[in-house]
């Protein structure tokens, strides 16, 4: 059974291939290996819209699921400035990951206690014969004044998260913890399950 992960954000494909790697019956390619280099307009109005846009675009019949995702932020005191529109905030899609963040921190520098609460969330999507399977994860943190740690490439936001439960930034928590907490990894684990259910 082949599955292509359709991203091109490097610090995602980690991720994703990661904790997927136990399916060792399974197959797995991604955009790089693959030559689509072609890019995919999110053109919509939620992740699960946008999720569903981009495994679609790259789905072909090589492949028995094409998993996408799209994730964001959501910090309720800005909610309309972010979520689906996260890394075309301010510095922009095209800026660096620390030109982005840089200019998300100076943002945000007054916004102080509870306006500082932050959830990640990403929806999976899994594509097949026209068929989208979805899976949701969201973990709820708070924003640090600061950037906490080296931004890991494509994710600069996890270098100033900080989940609930823990005082440090999400790109400096141990493998087994961010698997266990991490928005992608929530909705990583219900892909999993379900992917084991039709080995």
């Not at 943190?141 to 900080?162: E, M, T, W």
Request: hydrophobic letters at 40%.
């Amino acid at each position: 059974m082949k599955i292509l992960i359709a991203t091109k954000n490097q610090g995602k494909l980690n991720e994703i291939q990661d904790f997927l790697k136990s399916l060792d019956s399974m197959e797995f390619h991604n955009l790089f290996d693959v030559k689509l280099d072609f890019d995919v307009e999110e053109t919509g109005r939620t992740y699960k819209d946008n999720a569903l846009i981009k495994a679609k675009s790259y789905h072909t019949n090589s492949y028995n699921f094409t998993l996408a995702d799209d994730s964001g932020i959501e910090i309720p005191i800005i909610s309309n400035l972010l979520g689906v529109k996260t890394r075309r905030f301010g510095a922009g899609e095209n800026a660096s990951d620390q030109e982005w963040l840089d200019y998300f921190l100076d943002f945000f520098k007054d916004y102080k206690g509870s306006d500082r609460i932050a959830y990640f969330k990403t929806i999976i999507c899994l594509y097949t014969k026209d068929k989208p399977i979805f899976f949701e994860g969201i973990v709820k943190g708070r924003i640090a004044d600061k950037q906490l740690c080296v931004i890991k490439k494509g994710i600069p936001l996890s270098s100033v998260f900080i989940p609930e439960g823990f005082e440090v930034a999400m790109s400096q928590l141990s493998v087994t913890d961010k698997n266990t907490i991490s928005h992608r990894s929530k909705a990583l684990k219900k892909a999993l399950e379900y992917l084991e259910t039709i080995i």
